[in-house]
């Protein structure tokens, strides 16, 4: 089941590890070692020793980074593994009433699977967005790299329920096992149909009994659907059940329950495969995630959600689907909800927090203390640097919470006026106004968010994706919008909307340089293009292949020279163009952690630079000749999300899973 990947662990023979080869998957039984962390000389630059941080916020008014995976150790219910879309992994030993990160040698932060090694809580395997296995062999204290996906590009890394050394993985097109929980690999095949597994669920009562998921927006002559192995793999039927957008899968004997993606519609076949009751949606809501009590194929239980997420309630079936009942109401936004077979009567509910129940889902308690907050941004107010604005960041369900401080982040005052939360991002035009979007629509304020105007002059009738005004210009706004290759432009504060020359992609992020703001840079996650007349013409930068990180601070400008910008890169460091986006170089030396989130340039000292990892702060007083890492006092919660420098006094704050941060440099 795709989502909460719980791994239910069963008591089992913990096999000596052999000597150490490189990790291979081929046609022969290679062997994977995790071996002992080896003792590692750290050199600290002497500058860093200077720098610390401070909190100046806890970040508890945003709500919790959603998590997506989490692995329960059978033996003692109480150590649990949580990993998060973007805040990296996190640890409890008490059953969650606290949780520490535990990041330390990630070199991303967003995962999709967690799994713990059976009789052994502290063997840990991390599958990431990005398709690389992490291991750790001392309870998530250090993590170090398994299976690159470089190598081995991992899409599924599946637990077997009744044996845990047992794993199955989709990897390049490839179906491969583990009899030793990754070790070592042996594919099994490489299926004509399904030719793309998008869920894979492996039968408690006998493993050899698989079920997958076709992806339905593969352009191939496999049909979406449901496809059933009675060989472990080797060989694949399509079940008959051919429903295009099939997401969410979960099987307990002879039951199978898949539910759609964006109708969040069920579909039930109680004698696996050979008949299928659908579509179905319990109490007309839509069922945004599923799980099957493991002793019953009949006994099920939905998440149903409604008010754009706002509510999330716990439905149950006692007749596979024919009647449905309300079994209780959630605190959080929830996305996945599992059933332990150690512990029928207890529930897990993941999402922006967790939230257990240990009566059949009758009541339930929150568990989040000490949880990463959900990906957010600062951003000081270009005319009152006394202002400091914190917005949620990768807008959800169209909505983001958007906070005001007075006090460099101390307090944050939430903008309610005109319905801003239900809006997006944060743009600056002439004069200090504000801009936020929600599909076609957008607002303003003129000061400060205390009041907001809705303006109903559309664009296009398509959603807005990005935008940004002239904070020079009175009155010119650029836009993009989804479906639409092109960048828009208006001089008259929305009234009307032009198409640019030149223009195509869909950008995220426009930054706005030079004294009258006619340089314009504006990113996608894989292009950068330049404008030098305010937007109405453009031109395609010559970006190397790389990704951008996903933030509205992926690209800095020096303040000096509008012809030399820094971009924050997703693996790749940060990397400096001289020449206005002509040409670009690497700067990495001391980086050491290289999915770069965010930069910025001190607007007055251009020499000393800040780039925000997956790994830390990092330092470089050298125009990014060399860096530094600055970590200390950040609570172990070392991934930045955001960095602001205030134009005033260079003071620099820090957006991290942990709240505010200020950076404080010692006399």
Not at 366 to 394: C, M, V, W
Request: charged share 20%; glycine share 10%; net charge negative.
């Amino acid at each position: 089941m795709i989502g909460l990947s719980i791994a239910i662990l069963n008591p089992g023979l913990l096999k000596p590890m052999p000597e150490q080869v490189e990790p291979t998957l081929g046609p022969t039984k290679t062997t994977i070692v995790i071996t002992s962390i080896p003792t590692q000389v750290v050199t600290v630059d002497a500058n860093a020793s200077k720098f610390s941080w401070k909190r100046v916020n806890s970040g508890k008014q945003f709500e919790r980074e959603n998590i997506i995976s989490m692995a329960i150790y059978s033996k003692d219910s109480s150590i649990l593994y949580a990993a998060t879309e973007n805040a990296g992994i996190y640890k409890t030993i008490d059953g969650g009433k606290s949780w520490s990160p535990s990041l330390t040698g990630l070199e991303e932060t967003s995962f999709k699977t967690i799994l713990v090694e059976d009789s052994n809580p502290q063997s840990v395997l991390a599958l990431s967005n990005g398709g690389t296995v992490y291991s750790s062999q001392d309870g998530g204290e250090r993590w170090d790299v398994l299976l690159p996906a470089t190598d081995f590009l991992t899409d599924l890394l599946i637990q077997d329920p009744s044996e845990g050394q047992h794993l199955l993985s989709w990897q390049n097109q490839t179906l491969a096992e583990s009899q030793d929980f990754g070790r070592t690999w042996m594919p099994i095949a490489t299926p004509v149909c399904p030719s793309n597994i998008y869920d894979l669920e492996i039968d408690a009562l006998n493993n050899k009994e698989l079920t997958a998921i076709q992806e339905s927006w593969v352009s191939n002559s496999c049909p979406a659907g449901v496809y059933l192995s009675l060989d472990g793999g080797k060989n694949w039927e399509n079940s008959g059940l051919e429903v295009p957008n099939l997401m969410l899968l979960d099987v307990s004997s002879d039951y199978i329950y898949v539910v759609t993606g964006a109708s969040a519609e069920v579909y039930i076949s109680p004698d696996r495969g050979q008949t299928w009751r659908g579509p179905i949606s319990p109490n007309g809501e839509r069922c945004v995630a599923l799980s099957i009590d493991p002793q019953s194929g009949e006994k099920a239980f939905c998440l149903l959600l409604s008010n754009h997420g706002e509510q999330v309630e716990v439905w149950k079936t006692l007749d596979a689907g024919n009647t449905w009942s309300k079994s209780a109401g959630l605190g959080i936004y929830g996305t996945s909800i599992e059933i332990t077979s150690f512990s029928p009567e207890k529930f897990f509910v993941i999402g922006r927090g967790l939230e257990v129940s240990s009566d059949g889902g009758q009541t339930w308690n929150s568990k989040q203390n000490g949880l990463g907050s959900r990906t957010f941004e600062l951003a000081f107010d270009p005319t009152n640097s006394g202002i400091l604005y914190a917005h949620e960041s990768r807008c959800q369900f169209n909505y983001s919470k958007l906070f005001k401080s007075s006090d460099a982040g101390t307090t944050l005052e939430l903008m309610t006026g005109a319905g801003t939360s239900s809006f997006c991002g944060l743009s600056f035009g002439y004069g200090g106004i504000l801009y936020r979007w929600q599909f076609w629509d957008y607002i303003t304020s003129t000061d400060h968010g205390k009041t907001w105007k809705l303006l109903t002059k559309t664009i296009q009738p398509e959603f807005i994706t990005g935008m940004g005004g002239n904070p020079k210009v009175e009155g010119l706004i650029l836009s993009t919008l989804r479906g639409m290759d092109s960048i828009f432009r208006t001089i008259d504060d929305g009234l009307n909307w032009n198409s640019t020359t030149k223009s195509s992609g869909s950008h995220d992020n426009f930054y706005f340089v030079g004294e009258e703001g006619k340089q314009v840079y504006a990113t996608t996650l894989s292009s950068i293009s330049r404008s030098d007349d305010s937007g109405a013409s453009w031109m395609d930068c010559a970006l190397p292949s790389v990704k951008l990180a996903e933030s509205g601070t992926n690209l800095a400008v020096n303040p000096n020279d509008v012809n030399k910008i820094y971009i924050a890169t997703q693996g790749e460091g940060v990397l400096v163009s001289k020449d206005g986006c002509s040409s670009f170089q690497a700067i990495n030396s001391g980086l050491k952690d290289l999915f770069v989130n965010t930069v910025a340039v001190d607007p007055n000292n251009p020499t000393k630079l800040i780039a925000g990892t997956s790994g830390g702060a990092y330092l470089s007083l050298d125009q990014g000749d060399s860096w530094f890492r600055v970590n200390d006092g950040l609570l172990g919660a070392t991934i930045i999300y955001s960095i602001a420098i205030n134009p005033a006094d260079s003071n620099v704050y820090a957006a991290t899973p942990y709240g505010v941060f200020k950076l404080i440099e010692q006399d």
